[in-house]
């Protein structure tokens, strides 16, 4: 009954992270492979400090990095939010001599394995042992069906109810139970820098996001279009800002805030009204590339998809991309339906937001052109000193240091 | 007894999908939901005929189609692959009367609800009718409680085991079990034309699929490296076009073969081995500029996803982009992790063809440069005539019309 007792605690207390980077990182060559781990450890550290999770140690090893903590289960769901990192699982650290590993074994499978249900042990192993992985599997199995046999339980490798897994490396062990996915990509870092048009809307914070998972730093422009619509857009954008830095803990959170309600009044006033919208995210590009200049960024990153607006019709993307000549403009949701980056939104964090009622731009007219021709765009832009407009705007810019929460 | 054979019959006698189309064709205008609804049925019609599923009938109506036929489940199932359809159901045509509707309601039930299990009754209702929705959910709910009894069966409106849909349009009903989910996105044909730069690898083909998805008609261009490369290459290439355009039937299946082997002979032997891939690319970008010329295309697809190879970094593609001059690179896969490329891939059938062992690409530098300066790449071109490369490559460039089988 004692030791009944000793391994219950032993499983609450769960007091180890085991952190895998297979995924993105693994297919890499050896010299790039070492330099993005280390820039994932980096990110890891950051990222717990600053969410109050402090480790009490933290080990890099080839494809793991494993994290002692007393807050095991907050840190491994934090960590699922670390861009780079494939998956977690909190688990209890132990040795690797098989008669403590058993016990540490047992006492997880004790708690975990319900009357009734099938269960598989797993095992994955580094380093030199009197046992193989397939002896760990069977013995631990066999003790687990002797010492459980009032329980009725049964072996099922194939599709198991319950798996109490087994790590080894070296001396040391860890079992746990459950594995969480983690967002992948690459650590935020490894990239280059990119900056992002970001709006108060769904779409642009999940290519910003999306970015950032491939490795890139993200630097938000947000352009206020105020009188045309209210403080609430840029409030929204902002808070959307706010989560999508929660994803690169330890990188720069300035946005850019740019006055665009006169730009766009001058469109309104002066152009055709089918080409509002054309003309405002052409003038928004030629910003984007001022400020990529100031920041040192190499890329432009929009929330356009192929035809989910009359602007972003295959004619008008070409109409659009024509007015950025120093940066390409990348566009990571161009094949996602509605459906799908709503469902990323979700994950994220920003789609609550980015739903919220707010007063929507009240500049885009009723029959937008959809297959607007360049000619004509580009006669509209003669009489309107657009490189006037573009420097006045960029003039103007505010940039706001965005402030994170430190509670997870 | 006789009843209960002839329900069977029914049941096993499937006659009918229901083709739902709400998503992205669902939030668009009216004016263009209509031309998007017209065209997906012209798309589905050709679809069906060409693998010799002609149906009975079919008919359009608000945010679906009805396709009356005897192959329903190969029907539904090849309608998956339709783009613009959300999902299918095949299903029994019924009448909206209640007494008829029920019988085929119970004969699904009957051979559909296994002993001991949980279900539920779901209805859609479109007319007016003398019941209401909730009426038909009760009503044929407790009849096949009181006309299965023995089989211990419960009802379950949260999570149920098995569930007996009923649709009503007008006056007719359909009744079914089974909703498979379609590839979404907007009918192939409802946004401009790109070309793509398709290869035998696993990438650029579900970038090609990504564009048809949204909606545009894609002209492959393979770039054929031989004798840097042997025969199986492009014989993949062009078992990958061939399935790409098995989702869009209908349109051309043109693709262009056009000679690179000895461009890139130049660039091994003329300029700096750092960039040989980063040349190759641009070259490419401008060959297929040329292509998109003449096809009236408006937009270049490649396979790019950032940080997935080193002419891939975020410096990079800045660098490769400056090649284009006068069409939009669209990188659809640019937030993608290689697994969820691969599982698109393997959704798409592509993923067996571009794992085939092949000779791969023997120009590719041991260190490419991962971060390459726009002046370097721009002086190492300038020696080459590339202007006078393209010309070359484009004037022997061969198109093949892919010949897709006709069976399902």
Known sequence: MRIHQQRLRHFTNLDSVIVRFGGEIGIKSEWTRQAYEKLLLKNVKNTLFHFGLAPEAIARRRGRIYVETRKARETAMQLTRVFGISSVSPAIKTTSDMPTLAITALSVADSTIKEGTSFAVRCNRVGTHLYSSMDICREIGRQILEDLKGRNLHVDLTNPQCTVAIEVWEKEAFVYTETFQAAGGF????????VCLLSGGIDSPVAFWLAMKRGCTVTPIYLDNTPLTDETSTQKALEIAKRLFEWSIGYSTKMYIIPHGQNLETFMNKAPTKLTCLLCKRIMYRIAERIADVEKAEGIVTGEAIGEQASQTI??????????????????????????????????????????????????????????????????????????????????????????????
Do not use: W
């Open 187 to 194: 650590p935020v870092g490894s990239q280059g820098k990119v």
């Open 315 to 408: 004619t008008n993307l070409r109409v659009l991309d024509e007015a950025a000549v120093k940066y390409p403009i990348h566009r990571p949701l161009l094949g996602f339906d509605k459906v799908e980056t709503e469902a990323l939104a979700r994950k994220i964090g920003t789609l609550g937001i980015s739903t919220r009622k707010a007063k929507g731009c009240c500049a885009a007219p009723s029959q937008p052109a959809t297959r607007a021709k360049l000619e004509r765009v580009k006669k509209a832009e003669e009489g309107l000193e657009i490189e006037n407009m573009v420097e006045e705007s960029v003039k103007a810019a505010k940039t706001v240091i965005v402030q994170l929460d430190e509670t997870y």
